[in-house]
Nanobody, 121 residues
C-alpha cells in the first residue's frame, strides 16, 4: 500500500503565501508523475500543476507565475509554493502520484486526503 499525506494548508490573507507538502510512503518502487489538484465548493476537481520524475513541470493558466511545484525524489516528497494568493484559490488541495510498487509492475494513481487552503481577509 502507498500513502500520500499533505500538510501546510491554512488560512491566509489575499496576497499571502503558503507552502504545501506531500509525502509518499509505503511500498514504493518508483514515483513517476506527481501532481496537485484542488476542489472548491460546488466545483469539479481541477489540475493545478504536475511534475515528472525528471523535473518537467506544467501549470494551470490560473496559477502560472504564482505557484511553483517541486519535488525531492530522495524524500518521496513534492511541494507546492503558492504566492500572491487570491480568494479564488480557496479550495481543498489534493496531491496525487503515479506509483510503481514493484519492478515491472503496473503503475497506479494514489491520492492524499486533502488539505484546506482558505484565502480571506
Amino acid at each position: 500500500q502507498v500513502q500520500l499525506v499533505e500538510s501546510g494548508g491554512g488560512l491566509v490573507q489575499p496576497g499571502g503565501s503558503l507552502r504545501l507538502s506531500c509525502v509518499a510512503s509505503g511500498s514504493i518502487f518508483s514515483l513517476d508523475v506527481m501532481g496537485w489538484y484542488r476542489q472548491a465548493p460546488g466545483k469539479q476537481r481541477e489540475l493545478v500543476a504536475f511534475i515528472t520524475s525528471g523535473g518537467s513541470t506544467n501549470y494551470a493558466d490560473s496559477v502560472k507565475g504564482r505557484f511553483t511545484i517541486s519535488r525531492d525524489n530522495a524524500k518521496n516528497t513534492e511541494y507546492l509554493q503558492m504566492n500572491s494568493l487570491k480568494p479564488e484559490d480557496t479550495a481543498v488541495y489534493y496531491c496525487n502520484a503515479i506509483v510503481q510498487t514493484t519492478r515491472g509492475g503496473m503503475s497506479q494513481v494514489y491520492w492524499g486526503q486533502g488539505t484546506q487552503v482558505t484565502v480571506s481577509s
